[in-house]
């Protein structure tokens, strides 16, 4: 895993340029975040640093970012050595980091697609639940495992598509293939049921748990207009994922 985003950093960086992006996934997770003027925030899976960066600009007190890929972490410290954020970056597997705070929110934007078994899930769902304060939350973005395979080619106008080359099981790879500027590069997802997703959240503590559809900010419908953006709302190849302790 870690090898592997290591090899794709810089493309992964640059599919943020999708207008997706800004308009669907920033717009949805923030909208989920709310306020976080404040808050201590943990973020799993941070990549490149790209939320971690903006928690800082919008006010959050502290954000620690933590990624499995030490090239993803080389490329937030240097954007941390152009401009000081004061966020502290560790390379780990969140599986294995355990307890390194309370923190009001952790979030994990795409991190738990890359469970292969419930076994990692309930891993990394324990490493979330225990860095949280009573009373915290998590919010992420996943992969949505129920999107239709019918529509998974629907989606190229936005830059990505999905295919998969057995049929949908617990652990199934689900390749996931950008085209930024007529280049191409994939990285695989994994498939577990939504049923496991829940059985897990609630099996490590959390109370409650909120599916959000992803949403198009204002700004993206009068860019491009509804009918653009209709297919991907169709088929709705993300969704978010609040959790209560
Ligand atoms: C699709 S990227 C998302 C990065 C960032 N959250 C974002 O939204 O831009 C997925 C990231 O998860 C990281 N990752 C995957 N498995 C991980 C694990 N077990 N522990 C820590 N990071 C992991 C990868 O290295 C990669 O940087």
């Not at 309930?122 to 860095?131: E, V």
């Not at 099996?203 to 209709?230: C, H, R």
């Amino acid at each position: 895993m870690a090898a592997h985003y290591d090899s794709i950093a810089q493309e992964y960086k640059r599919s943020k340029d999708l207008p997706i992006r800004a308009h669907i996934e920033r717009y949805t997770y923030f909208n989920m975040l709310g306020d976080v003027r404040g808050k201590s925030i943990l973020d799993l899976a941070c990549g490149e640093g790209i939320y971690s960066r903006e928690f800082k600009k919008k006010g959050a007190a502290l954000v620690v970012g933590v990624d499995i890929s030490e090239k993803m972490i080389e490329l937030a410290k240097q954007e941390e050595a152009k401009q000081k954020f004061d966020i502290q970056y560790i390379v780990a597997d969140v599986m294995e980091l355990g307890k390194i705070g309370d923190f009001d929110l952790v979030v994990a934007s795409y991190l738990l697609n890359y469970a292969q078994t419930e076994e990692q899930l309930l891993k990394m769902c324990q490493t979330i639940f225990t860095n949280l304060k009573p009373g915290g939350r998590f919010v992420t973005l996943n992969n949505n495992l129920e999107q239709p395979i019918s529509s998974y080619l629907t989606t190229e106008k936005y830059g990505f598509i999905k295919t998969i080359s057995q049929p949908l099981e617990p652990g199934t790879a689900m390749t996931l293939t950008f085209t930024i500027n007529g280049e191409k590069f994939s990285f695989d997802n994994y498939y577990l049921s939504r049923e496991t997703y829940q059985r897990v959240f609630k099996s490590v503590g959390f109370t409650d748990v909120i599916w959000q559809n992803m949403v198009v900010s204002p700004e993206g419908i009068e860019e491009s207009g509804q009918e653009f953006w209709q297919d991907y709302l169709d088929c709705m190849p993300h969704v978010g994922i609040e959790c209560f302790k």
